[in-house]
């Protein structure tokens, strides 16, 4: 399938409508997919752009065989880390920063967010970046589809914010971070 021309700014993931233990109900999954197409959201896979990886599709398989053949059984092991004992606290704290910067603003901070990493798209090492965020319901995906324009001070700003926390906690799977990112 050709790609758009011009590439559109926002994409539109769909693992979110599968993942769950109770899937996202035909009827609302697919109205979400019609606003997606009404709104130029027309990437739903990042392989439309970048093609294939070029190692087989069970590659993944084996990365997960890898993670529980090494995961301890111990009942305090959950998977995000960042969520748990008192690293949810401090999290919470850069949360409440963000969502701050969003309401002064006047948007979501789902909307700050997309705009703080296209802000990042064609700078520095950083090539075309085309976010694909999911949603399930058709007023998010018009929501993520709503491209703020976010100032260079902005940036800094928001930069800056996160530069002056130490998330707590890891965000991968300890240990899958390496098999993740090399």
Request: charged share 15%; with cysteine; aromatic share 8%.
């Amino acid at each position: 399938m050709p790609l758009p021309k011009p590439l559109p700014i926002t994409g539109f993931g769909l693992l979110g409508m599968t993942w769950r233990p109770s899937p996202t109900p035909d009827k609302q999954a697919f109205s979400a997919m019609k606003t997606a197409i009404s709104h130029g959201a027309t990437i739903w896979s990042s392989s439309s752009v970048y093609g294939m990886p070029p190692q087989p599709p069970t590659a993944g398989l084996h990365l997960l065989r890898r993670y529980f053949d090494n995961l301890r059984l111990d009942p305090s092991c959950h998977f995000l880390f960042c969520l748990i004992q008192d690293n949810f606290p401090k999290n919470l704290e850069l949360v409440e920063r963000i969502n701050d910067f969003a309401r002064q603003r006047g948007v979501t901070p789902a909307q700050l967010a997309l705009a703080w990493i296209r802000a990042h798209s064609n700078s520095g090492p950083c090539g075309t970046i085309i976010p694909t965020p999911g949603a399930t319901a058709a007023s998010h995906v018009e929501e993520n589809c709503t491209a703020i324009p976010l100032a260079a001070e902005e940036k800094e700003q928001l930069d800056a914010i996160l530069k002056s926390f130490d998330v707590a906690g890891e965000r991968q799977v300890v240990g899958m971070s390496s098999e993740l990112w090399g």
